[in-house]
């Protein structure tokens, strides 16, 4: 089955660190791949869309500035979290749409990589 | 704006049978996908309605009503494992997920 891979799992450093992490599509082709972070006891909230070879959309109150996302090839996405403060510790997820799925194939589960725990120090 | 209820928490027992609800209110609807989620993982499919009625995967099926906008997951024979968090999830336009705020299950012996 489709598996997608997101690496490091677990990231300890100190503030005013920047951190990358990447996502990667193992067996698909990824047009698109999208951005969560989760906070403990609460759910997941897309941050941003990633789009190959154009610019990420980035929901309404997250700083492009802050989250850069590069989507440089149909099978990696990373996402670098730029000067990293305790605040910015959290559950990053990704996710992935296969590049053949359109507005009406949303049936397709999207593919969750397996997350990264950020924490600041 | 966009919105999505379930439950907080829903406790039963081995072998019960339990139903997670999920309304929804979102501009933008392709269909409602289910997540199971278990402390420190990553979300896991489980079942996707695109149109009205009943899917069955299993011990687990989902119901869609789009007139309601309404949906439920209904988990059966439960076992000690399906201690999870269950997310709803909005599919919107351009494939992006809404999720709800997630519905903790705790299964007892």
């Known amino acids: 089955g489709a598996v997608v891979s997101q690496h490091p799992s677990r990231v300890i450093c100190k503030s005013g660190t920047s951190v990358k992490i990447e996502c990667r599509s193992l067996?698909?082709?990824?047009?698109?791949m999208f951005w969560y972070r989760q906070f403990p006891k609460q759910s997941l909230m897309l941050m941003a869309t990633?789009?190959?070879?154009?610019?990420?959309?980035?929901e309404q109150g997250v700083e492009k500035d802050k989250f850069l996302i590069n989507h440089a090839s149909l099978t990696l996405s990373t996402l670098t979290v730029t000067s990293a403060h305790p605040e910015d510790s959290s559950f990053y997820i990704c996710?992935?749409?296969?590049?053949?799925?359109?507005?009406?194939?949303?049936?397709?589960?999207?593919?969750f990589g397996d997350g990264t725990r950020l924490s600041i120090l | 704006g966009q919105s999505l209820e379930q439950p907080s928490e829903v406790t039963a027992v081995e072998g019960a049978i339990v139903q997670i609800n999920c309304t929804y209110q979102?501009?933008?609807?392709?269909?409602l996908s289910w997540y199971q989620q278990h402390d420190g993982g990553a979300p896991t499919f489980l079942s996707y309605?695109?149109?009205?009625g009943l899917e069955e995967t299993g011990r687990f099926s989902s119901f869609l009503s789009r007139s309601d906008s309404y949906g439920y997951l209904l988990l059966q024979e439960l076992q000690m494992k399906d201690s999870a968090s269950y997310f709803c999830?909005?599919?919107?336009?351009?494939?992006?997920?809404?999720f709800g705020q997630g519905t903790e299950l705790s299964v007892k012996p």
């Open positions: 996710s992935a749409r296969p590049s053949w799925a359109g507005q009406g194939d949303s049936n397709q589960p999207q593919h």
């Open positions: 067996d698909f082709q990824a047009t698109t």
């Open positions: 979102t501009s933008g609807f392709y269909g």
């Open positions: 999830a909005v599919h919107n336009q351009g494939g992006k997920l809404i």
């Open positions: 309605n695109g149109l009205d």
């Open positions: 990633s789009n190959e070879g154009s610019k990420a959309t980035y």
